[in-house]
């Protein structure tokens, strides 16, 4: 488990395992905003573009991980 800032808040106990960082969930929570319309196994996931800008996404939910 880890904060939004990618500080971990459990500790680990497999010397492989390490929390995922501020980028990583960045990314994660973004990919979650295209699940709600976009099946996993769509070209927006097997061709993904980072610059990608969907227009079903509102405003307000890129607002939320533009300062994260």
Request: with cysteine; proline share 7%.
């Amino acid at each position: 488990m880890v904060n939004l800032e990618g500080k971990a808040l459990v500790n680990f106990h497999h010397p492989e395992l390490r929390p995922f960082n501020k980028e990583e969930l960045k990314r994660i929570l973004r990919v979650g905003l295209c699940l709600k319309c976009h099946p996993e196994d769509t070209p927006v996931f097997t061709k993904w573009k980072s610059d990608l800008k969907c227009p079903k996404v509102r405003a307000h939910e890129l607002e939320l991980l533009k300062d994260f």
